[in-house]
């Protein structure tokens, strides 16, 4: 008896409709959010997590529409994100229905936001993105949707995004993210030993066995994956019969 | 059967209420006074700080009539900080005075484990529960916390282990409260909920 690995599809939307594109570019639709939102729920899922990659701020009025109906559908918990850039932007997410809030470009510019959501919602709803790519011997943190590159270490910033209050990170690999070659291991596994809060491993999932390995090499405390989802090429039932079989604790749906 | 939720400005209300109509069942949103006066059956939902939801308690001259209500015999679940609430105190915020209708304290759970506690484990079941009647022994719940009650005076139904055994289901009386989300909890949370709804009808 303990803790299970959770398996979190996620939804990337663009306010309205999911999309998918390979290294964060070359979008493609992929779906009706709130139908998947349903489906995963049935299927067992343990949280799911719906961002919005556009980020607009036109668009936004749409995106906490898609939030409230995608959180309608749900009896796991929900997270959130995309484009929050201030305390305001958390709690019209948090309003919708997100039990969870994640942050990313936002927070590196100004890390202090992460602090101000953690006093306010609590640090088990903060959840710090983090999407790290390779550089010769370490990772480094990049924005924008991993367009552009900051100057800090991924190792050194999620230590301090757990400092300020991060109850969680969801780190992506931007170098495996779309390929499907497998989660990035080293990352994962350098990350989650660094800090002392949950991990969610995400960047490169097709196979069973990769969701294996990230949990048991990786250290990961939970694995997130979208297209492989929504394109049926896994099902979240028959993965987590796959990862019970290979005794990793997980939560079997009824 | 009407619900009331006491909403105190923070927490997870919605996905309560939420939870609630699924369910089929009438629930309000009070912050009130006088309607803990008049409930039939109270929810206490929190997530996030136990110092804001004490703070709270007090700003809106709830703590009596909540008291007063649970002394009177009023159906009361309690999830999350809404467990943690029910104590003398807390670490999180040892300035402040829980409510203290149940012995005990609420500690933080050891560094030895990641913390937050977070997402699905499992409950030991110490003895019959009216909560869990009907769920089955292995079901999973939804946890997002990192202080508990770890040295519980009063007998939990249930405990769940992350680094320290820690009370989970609580049941005393008409004071029913839980440390994980029956709220997100699939459909072993949708059946406590049902369970709950028929112990305060």
Redesign the interface.
Known sequence: ????H?IIPCLDTDGARVVKGVKFVGLRDAGDPVALAARY?AEGA?ELVVLDIAASRDRRPTFLETIRRV??EL???LTAGGGIRSLEDARSVV?A?A?KITVNTAAVERPELISELS???????VVLAIDAKRLEDHWHVTVRGGRESSSLDALEWAKIGVACGA??ILLTSVDRDGTQLGFDTPLTAAISQAV???VIASGGAKLPEHFAQIFSEGAA??ALAASIFHDGVQSIRELKQFLSARNIEV?LP? | MNVTLLDYG?G?V??VE??LQ?LGAASQRSNSAESLGNAEAIILPG???YG?LVRALDQQNLRAALVDALHRGVPFLGICLGLQALFKSSEEAPELQGLHVLPGRVCALP?SV?????????L?RKKDSRLLAGIAPDS?F?F???FAVIDCDLAACASC??GAEFAAVIEHNNIFAVQF?P?????A??QLLKNFLRLAA
């Open positions: 008896m303990s803790l299970a959770r729920n343990d959180a309608a009896a796991i918990p309003r229905g039990d006093r306010e919602f609590g640090r088990q709803a109850g969680e002392s809060v949950p405390d939970a939560r009824c | 923070a997870n919605a996905s939420r939870a699924r997530v996030g700080h804001a560094a990641k913390l937050p506690h977070m997402g699905w484990n499992q030991a999973f939804y997002a916390h990192s282990t992350h989300h709220e997100k909890s699939g459909d949370g949708a």
